[in-house]
């Protein structure tokens, strides 16, 4: 028996209100569909995001910095094995309030086709402070120092903005001398201290 039928098993044994559990949970939670629209939320995820962000695209509520991240965590749950995912994200909400997101994500089946994506997301507000640090990034800029975060090579992250390598290089000594720091792992540090990156740096 799989764990699937097993689960479904003991549910319908004890006659257990699952929607009701997950509705009462503490942690926003919701179910986002395979095109990537929030189909349902839990009363924890719409006291965040408000009443009316059921039926809208998921991907609308993710920093822009962070979207092309998620839609690919999404893409690989949907479309790959089907495997739980694990990632971070800065969520926006429709009243300009920002939160650090620590998102699971499983696959929600019908039979072996994957239909959408059943998560759950810890959320920390992003301090205030944080949000208009002192030194000033352009957008290209902060997209280089947030790869150079996640421990990307220069040739990578090259390759993940399509932009040549050279064109990298020039916007890695820039974040170098504007955050007064001798090396890659220096700036990187700085930048955390300054919140203009919101994790401890590590390779995704």
Not at 64 to 88: C, F, M, N
Not at 162 to 191: C, F, K, M, P
Request: charged share 25%.
């Amino acid at each position: 028996m799989s764990r699937a039928a097993g689960l479904r098993r003991t549910l319908v044994e004890l006659d257990a209100d699952v929607k009701g559990a997950l509705e009462e949970l503490t942690l926003p939670a919701g179910i986002v569909d395979a095109p990537g629209v929030l189909r349902w939320a839990n009363g924890a995820a719409r006291e965040v995001l408000g009443d009316d962000v059921v039926g809208q695209s998921f991907f609308r509520l993710i920093d822009p910095l962070d979207v092309r991240a998620v839609r690919e965590d999404h893409a690989r749950i949907v479309h790959g094995p089907g495997q739980a995912r694990d990632s971070t994200a800065t969520l926006l909400t429709p009243d300009g309030r920002r939160f650090r997101a620590e998102l699971s994500g499983a696959s929600l089946k019908n039979g072996e086709h994957v239909v959408g994506v059943f998560g759950i997301a810890r959320l920390r507000p992003v301090e205030a402070e944080r949000e208009q640090p002192a030194v000033r990034l352009t957008p290209r800029q902060a997209q280089v120092l947030r790869l150079l975060a996640c421990g990307r090579s220069t040739v990578e992250i090259a390759a993940e903005l399509g932009i040549a390598v050279e064109t990298t290089r020039n916007h890695i000594r820039r974040l170098l001398h504007q955050l007064d720091s001798h090396s890659r792992i220096e700036a990187v540090v700085r930048a955390y201290a300054l919140g203009l990156v919101d994790e401890p740096p590590s390779r995704a």
